[in-house]
């Protein structure tokens, strides 16, 4: 047992001091057969992911990198929506743990006082019309100091220590993500999406906000209205019409 309060995500933790990427080993481990809920967390990366082949700063013995292998019974176009379920759950866990207000900012960052502390990564493999697996990987700057981050970010980054003044305790930040993670699972398993999208449009910082989305070949500028079924952003556009956008870097105007 892992003497944590959950029904499925963490019932089976592996811990490494090292690895390239928790993702890769959960994938890894999800072809194997690992069962839903598995939990691996490294102590530090030495090639974590960020998205579209970027990279993630994993510096041992001051943060979390975790990624939650998931087998829920829905559809790959329905696959979007877990990212939101990682994002109320690290918001949830910094509000618990470490005292701060936590903002989510579509579609994979968490900020607090405008920087961002977390970044989210899921990656999918689907058969036909149904999800294999899910692996959410999940990377919360802790306890990481100033003279820990690259000069070059692509977004103003802090972490949880640096914003409450204090350290904040990696195990019990890590607990409060488990739970919070396994309470929101059990209840979209439950009862479907809509309580998640709820959470999430509660702590979203892009909902009512004027916005610029950088997406593949275009950009979209407009006021969010919300996001849909597949996890897409509702932006409405000053010539009122109302765009979807998928996916994309998203500047929220002043
Ligand atoms: C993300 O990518 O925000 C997703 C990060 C996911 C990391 C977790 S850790 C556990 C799991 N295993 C993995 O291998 N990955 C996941 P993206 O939005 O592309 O942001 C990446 C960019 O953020 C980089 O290009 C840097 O500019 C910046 N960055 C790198 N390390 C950072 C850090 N520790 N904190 C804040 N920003 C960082």
Not at 32 to 59: C, F, M, Y
Not at 178 to 185: C, G, N, R
Not at 221 to 245: F, H, M, Y
């Amino acid at each position: 047992s892992t003497g944590l309060n959950v029904k499925i995500v963490g019932t089976s933790l592996v811990c490494v001091s090292e690895t390239e990427s928790t993702n890769i080993l959960a994938g890894r481990l999800a072809e194997e057969g690992a069962a839903e809920g598995t939990v691996v967390i490294a102590d530090s990366q030495n090639r974590g992911k960020g998205r579209l082949g970027r990279l993630w700063e994993s510096p041992a013995g001051v943060n979390l990198y975790c990624s939650v292998i998931l087998r829920p019974p829905i559809m790959p176009i329905h696959a979007p929506q877990l990212t939101f379920l990682s994002a109320v759950a690290v918001a949830e866990a910094i509000e618990r743990a470490a005292g701060l207000i936590p903002v989510i900012k579509w579609p994979n960052d968490v900020l607090v006082n405008g920087f961002k502390v977390a970044g989210l990564l899921n990656e999918m493999s689907a058969e036909m019309e149904r999800v294999d697996y899910l692996v959410l990987g999940i990377g919360v700057n802790i306890n990481m100091q100033r003279s820990q981050f690259p000069g070059d970010l692509r977004h103003p980054a802090s972490s949880l220590a640096i914003e409450a003044g204090h350290g904040v305790e990696r195990l019990s930040f890590t607990r409060a993500l488990l739970e919070a993670l396994d309470s929101h699972y059990d209840s979209y398993c439950a009862e479907g999406y809509a309580p998640l999208r709820q959470a999430w449009l509660d702590r979203s910082a892009v909902m009512g906000r004027r916005v610029r989305v950088n997406c593949q070949e275009r950009q979209v500028s407009g006021t969010v209205e919300g996001i849909d079924e597949i996890g897409a952003l509702l932006v409405r556009t000053p010539d009122g019409k109302q765009e979807r956008v998928l996916a994309g870097d998203v500047t929220i105007d002043e």
